[in-house]
């Protein structure tokens, strides 16, 4: 595997695996893993908020997997509080934080699917 292969099996898979029903408020959504081999998250909604998710895959540690193969939660994880979250257009009030997990609600996540998926993220975290 070379870093080419990773990031588009990393991309295919969780654009693929995503489940933005759980969210009906969600209009649009972007997933990716960058070539600058950053996990960027944005989600938009109905009335205009916007939330933000942001880290480097070095700051990558591991994911778990909460779930059956049909629906469950993908938590992607960093060793200490590596990820950005940033809220915009929020009636609460815009919001920067850092955590540690992004959880993601994801679909059709087979036993195989995901153990490639963490092969190819822990090869990401290592390169460059």
């Known amino acids: 595997m070379d870093t080419k292969e990773a ?16 969210e009906p408020k969600l ?12 996990v960027r998250l944005r989600k938009t909604y109905l009335g205009g908020k916007q939330e933000y998710y942001s880290f480097r895959m070095k700051r990558f540690n591991d994911l778990d997997y909460s779930g059956t193969v049909a629906a469950g939660i993908l938590q992607l994880k960093t060793d200490t509080d590596n990820i950005i979250q940033q809220t915009y257009n929020d009636p609460k009030g815009n919001e920067d934080n850092m955590v540690q997990v992004l959880s993601l609600p994801v679909k059709n996540m087979e036993p195989e699917r995901l153990d490639s998926l963490r092969t190819a993220l822990l090869f990401l975290r290592n390169q460059k």
């Open 7 to 22: 990031l588009t099996y990393s991309n295919r898979c969780l654009n693929q695996c995503y489940n933005p029903t759980g």
């Open 27 to 38: 209009k649009k959504w972007e997933l990716s893993v960058t070539e600058d081999l950053f």
